[in-house]
C-alpha cells in the first residue's frame, strides 16, 4: 500500500511525520529519513491495531481470514 505522508520541522529542530490517511498516525525524527522510517512503523502499527477492533467487532460464527495486500 501507498501512503502520502507530511514532514513538518518543529521549533526545537525534530521532523515531525504526519499520515494523513490515518487520523491520529504520527512520528517523528531527527532526520527526514529517521521521521519516515518511524512513520513507516507507525503506519503499520496504526493498521495493525484498526484491524484488530474490526475483527473483535464482527458477530458470533464469522470467522476472520488474513490477507495479505
Known amino acids: 500500500m501507498l501512503f502520502h505522508v507530511v514532514l513538518t520541522p518543529d521549533e526545537q529542530g525534530w521532523i515531525v511525520a504526519e499520515c494523513p490517511a490515518l487520523p491520529g498516525c504520527f512520528s517523528q525524527g ?3 529519513q ?5 512513520i513507516k512503523e507507525a503506519i503499520t502499527a496504526w493498521l495493525w491495531a484498526e484491524d484488530q477492533k474490526a475483527a473483535q467487532a ?3 460464527g464469522q470467522t476472520p481470514v488474513v490477507v495479505a495486500v
Open 30 to 32: 531527527k532526520t527526514e
Open 34 to 38: 529517521e521521521a519516515l522510517a518511524n
Open 58 to 60: 464482527l458477530p458470533g
